[in-house]
């Protein structure tokens, strides 16, 4: 645990993550943690410069007061007022992430850098609390048998990854008053899953998009962009020319990152996050800088591991992950819907209608990446899909991480061009 001075140790009291404080972690690097009012009690923000009076922010919190006054008081410790960012960059597009981007740009007029097509997503499904993105989540859940009422208006917000419905239905005026009703019930659901208050965008004309490979300068430093999709669909890492490496939610130090399938999201996100974490295993990356947890890699860092050992025990995790829940599958052959397996899976961890939206999401995104290898099958059954063992004279499903290929990345990007 990270030994904090009795100045950081009030401030922690005060407003930042408990047991945790800005720490500045070589010249002109700050990591600043900021709260968050669930289970994952924290998320991290970069403040970086160059020397000449240029600084950057990593990622922008939740977007609740707390994560303002934390991240005001953060850049104060820095010895850097809001008003003097020049750029603000951001990983990807879920709301931890996103949240006081609004605010920051407001203030210092910096602009916003993403990869393209996370904006796309960013906007579509945060920029509103209602509407078609946000019930078709709560009809997508319902479908694979998650029934959210109103015990999920729970304040905390889930990180969705997509928008519209998966099979492309429109939008449509209910017909009779069962489907109102049913409609007003997943709206009330859909404002659960919503933006926070004081949760704030940026105007479309901030955003510069970025793309897969390109070199971002920021001030005198210069970074590669790593498109890293699994977490999300267009997640970025970015490696700064020494070394210094942000992986947003792609690596996390503690915790494995939730690969989740949501409506619109792309169909394989495992298979996905499965090439990126060999993509980026072997780069030179001298510290990793987490979204949530204590940065890694450098000699006697804590945690102690190097970026390879961390992508090879996430890759590992999932496989077995993968067994784990095709045993499940092949242990009732009449099917079960996702939700029953992931209640099996998870068990007693599922406390509350955020775990259970989690764990459902990530289920379906192993059982995807089986099903689309021949490892299980997916039946339509009235109101439900159901999942049910391979057919009979199918062979073992391969290793599920066994499809990697240097041009997957790169393949992936072509077919998802406009």
Known sequence: MQQLSPEDAQAARDVFPRDDAPTQMEDHVWRIPLPLPFALRSVNVYLIGDGAGHWTLFDAGLGLARDEAALRAGLERAGV????LSALVLTHAHPDHIGLSGLLHATSGAPVYMLAREDERMYRVW??????????IVGFFAEHGLALDESAADPRV??????????GRESREPRDGQERQERRRQDETARAIARPKGFSLPPL????????GDTLTLGRWSYQVVWTPGHSDYHMCLLRSDGFFIVGDHI????????GLFPDSHPDPLGD???SLQRVRDLPARIVAPGHGLPFGAPGMTPGMTLAERADALREHHIERSAAIRALVEAAPAGQTANEIASALFGERLRTVDDRRFALAETLAHLEHLRLRGGVRMERVGAFYRYLPAAPGRGPAPDPAS?????????KRERAEP
């Open 81 to 84: 007022p809001m008003e003097a």
């Open 252 to 259: 996390l130090p503690a915790i494995t990152p939730n690969i």
């Open 403 to 411: 499809d990697l290929s240097s041009t997957a990345i790169a393949n």
């Open 127 to 136: 920029g509103e609390l209602t509407g078609p993105a946000l019930r078709a």
């Open 205 to 212: 004309d901030a955003i510069r998009t970025l793309e897969d």
């Open 273 to 275: 996050y499965f090439a």
């Open 158 to 167: 889930t990180a969705v990854a997509g928008s519209d419905s998966r099979d």
